[in-house]
């Protein structure tokens, strides 16, 4: 966040000092990096709000639920303390794992609180014999399930790779926090149990009585008395114990066809991050003032996007010119689109990815368009490119097959972007060198190629000098009428020491018909 603020910091220096460039920021991670940080603490605290909910529907006791408020900033602080003893960074997945512990610190809470609570009223101890008694009959326990959890965890310090260190962070943080969870949960809380119950007896207030008598009959005694009476039918009736674990076995499957399905599923899950990446392919025939027309049709379409923030799209890049982004050759566009967060629009990144391939390829001159979500998560990293490789005898019929295998691939599932390498007006032709004539005309390899590079590409040959200003290029290019076939390649002369020389009698040039 630091380096992109500085870089913003410095655009207004840059527009003053250079006022004929226009400076702006076509792709930035800033806003997403922040929508993460607040999200995160949105979720911080909805869990918290949950947790408490949660605990004071079961627990039915007001003073019980506050000494969970009072405890959860405990394991926070002791969390944070003891990973900055072990050197753990606190980021947004170490954060997770916080969150996470939260659940835990409800569990333990509820086991210890209750315990010593039944201590009171049911077995009519003092508050100190409840206190301690109760504690010490659980406490145990609870920590076993902690044990259980963190051996499940700890296997997964051991993944490597990407997946691995996302993970470091995660369970590291997770199993601190579990700890720290089940200490507070038979330190503090057992003392706040004796605070409260000092009188020695448990009174409820009306906010008490309310929810243990409207709210918990209607919300926790239904699943309960399916639950007895599920295990009741299974002790006394032997015989539907096969029902059940059929029943069991079919939920299973069912959700591991619908949650996992097997064919265009990562393991990591995919963010929608708001940034669209792409390309746009146009017909290789096209002039420089069609091309300009269409990025005008496209930006048209870009415009109406109502919650695009930015875009950005560049057509080609001159020869010979240095240039970041570019896209190529001039039939060739880049684009890097920004949408607001997905929290102000109703689409997803990727509805939006498919809409807007639809709108730009009905564009006459557009052959290609390929669009994919950047992903901030795993997902940006795993992504698995499928190059599919036809040959044959004729290039010509090599399109027809890469178009059907094109329209073919768009039915797999999972699959992100499509695109055509090679199209049946951008044939290669190769030159092979006469290295005998080349040597009577005295000239070489790279002149030729110098000569048919600024033929064919385009080239500054000259610049035209104008007082009192920076010269203005002159590039040479070849209109496409004159390099639409063979013919007219093979009699592209080329200067050589003996003077003006067609390319045909210094070597031989063939169509490369063996397609790609």
């Given at each position: 966040m630091k380096t992109i603020e500085e870089v913003e910091n410095i655009l207004p220096d840059l527009r003053k000092e250079y006022p004929a460039i226009e400076f702006s920021i076509a792709d930035s991670l800033k806003e997403t990096t922040i929508t993460?940080?607040?999200?995160?603490?949105?979720?911080?605290?909805?869990?918290?709000?949950?947790?408490?909910?949660?605990?004071?529907?079961?627990?039915?006791?007001?003073?019980?639920?506050?000494?969970?408020?009072?405890?959860?900033?405990?394991?926070?602080?002791?969390?944070?303390?003891?990973?900055?003893?072990?050197?753990?960074?606190?980021?947004?997945?170490?954060?997770?794992?916080l969150i996470l512990a939260l659940g835990m610190l409800a569990d333990d809470a509820v086991v210890v609180l209750e315990n010593i609570e039944r201590h009171i009223s049911e077995l009519g101890e003092d508050v100190k014999t409840a206190v301690i008694e109760g504690t010490k009959e659980v406490m145990f326990a609870v920590g076993a399930g902690s044990f259980a959890i963190t051996a499940v965890l700890i296997p997964l310090l051991f993944v490597e790779g990407y997946a691995g260190k996302i993970f470091h962070f995660l369970v590291s943080t997770l199993i601190i926090s579990i700890w720290v969870s089940w200490f507070v949960s038979v330190t503090f809380l057992p003392l706040f149990a004796a605070f409260i119950y000092r009188s020695n007896e448990v009174k409820r207030n009306r906010i008490d009585l309310f929810v243990e008598n409207r709210i918990i009959p209607v919300i926790v005694n239904p699943f309960k008395k399916l639950y007895v009476n599920l295990v009741r039918g299974a002790i006394y009736n032997p015989k539907l114990i096969p029902l059940y674990l059929i029943f069991m076995a079919l939920i299973f499957a069912f959700s591991a066809r619908g949650v996992i399905p097997v064919i265009g599923q990562d393991t990591m899950p995919p963010m929608d991050t708001g940034v669209l990446v792409g390309s746009i392919q146009l017909d290789s025939t096209l002039s420089s003032t069609e091309i300009e027309k269409i990025g005008k049709k496209i930006t048209d379409i870009l415009q109406e996007e109502k919650h695009l923030k930015r875009y950005y799209i560049a057509f080609g890049t001159e020869p010979g010119v240095i240039t970041i982004g570019g896209g190529g050759n001039l039939q060739r566009a880049k684009m890097i689109l920004t949408y607001v967060n997905r929290f102000e629009r109703k689409?997803?990144?990727?509805?939006?990815?498919?809409?807007?391939?639809?709108?730009?390829?009905?564009?006459?001159?557009?052959?290609?368009?390929?669009?994919?979500?950047?992903?901030?998560?795993?997902?940006?990293?795993?992504?698995?490119?499928?190059?599919?490789?036809?040959?044959?005898?004729?290039?010509?019929?090599?399109?027809?097959?890469?178009?059907?295998?094109?329209?073919?691939?768009?039915?797999?599932?999972?699959?992100?972007?499509?695109?055509?390498?090679?199209?049946?007006?951008?044939?290669?032709?190769?030159?092979?060198?006469?290295?005998?004539?080349?040597?009577?005309?005295?000239?070489?390899?790279?002149?030729?190629?110098?000569?048919?590079?600024?033929?064919?590409?385009?080239?500054?040959?000259l610049f035209f000098l104008v007082p009192n200003q920076s010269p203005l290029s002159v590039s040479v290019r070849l209109e496409k009428n004159y390099r639409k076939d063979l013919d007219f390649l093979e009699n592209l002369t080329i200067k050589t020491k003996k003077g003006l020389i067609p390319i045909s009698e210094l070597g031989k040039l063939t169509l490369d018909t063996r397609g790609r």
């Open positions: 993460s940080f607040h999200n995160m603490i949105e979720v911080l605290r909805d869990a918290i709000v949950f947790t408490l909910i949660v605990m004071f529907l079961f627990l039915a006791n007001t003073k019980l639920t506050l000494g969970v408020i009072f405890s959860i900033p405990l394991v926070f602080i002791g969390s944070v303390g003891i990973m900055r003893l072990f050197g753990i960074e606190f980021n947004i997945v170490s954060e997770t794992g689409e997803t990144i990727w509805d939006i990815e498919r809409r807007l391939m639809e709108k730009i390829s009905q564009i006459e001159g557009v052959k290609q368009v390929s669009l994919a979500a950047q992903g901030t998560t795993p997902i940006a990293s795993i992504r698995a490119t499928v190059d599919t490789v036809i040959m044959g005898d004729d290039y010509k019929e090599l399109f027809i097959y890469g178009e059907k295998l094109y329209h073919r691939y768009f039915t797999v599932k999972g699959g992100s972007s499509l695109e055509l390498l090679w199209q049946p007006d951008n044939l290669e032709v190769k030159f092979y060198p006469d290295y005998f004539k080349m040597n009577y005309y005295g000239v070489n390899l790279f002149e030729i190629f110098n000569q048919l590079s600024t033929a064919i590409n385009g080239r500054v040959s």
